[in-house]
């Protein structure tokens, strides 16, 4: 299920793509201090951001692995496609994005 919420774009100050051959495989997002009551940090500082093929199957896998979900599925608005945010079971956010 998409949200239409813009938080997950907030705070981005700096942003640095990973590729190989072309292919996106994920970013890092130097961010404000998002403040977030579900991880064990008060802040996010750089956010690790992964490219998957789909983001609700990507997100179920992470809540059957112990993860938690932060935020759903988003529009990533003017950049094309999706993205989410996770709670490791180590109390880390990280983001998974894709183009579906």
């Known amino acids: 299920m998409e949200t239409s919420s813009p938080s997950l774009l907030e705070g981005i100050k700096e942003t640095y793509f990973f590729t190989k051959g072309g292919a996106l495989y994920g970013c890092f997002f130097l961010t404000d201090e998002p403040k977030t009551k579900e991880a064990s940090v008060s802040y996010i500082g750089a956010h ?53």
């Open 48 to 100: 690790t951001v992964f490219s998957v093929k789909d983001i609700e199957e990507s997100l179920d896998l992470i809540v059957k692995s112990g993860g938690t979900t932060h935020a759903g599925k988003t529009s990533f608005g003017p950049f094309g496609g999706s993205v989410a945010r996770f709670v490791d079971t180590e109390g880390n956010i990280m983001g998974i994005y894709a183009m579906n």
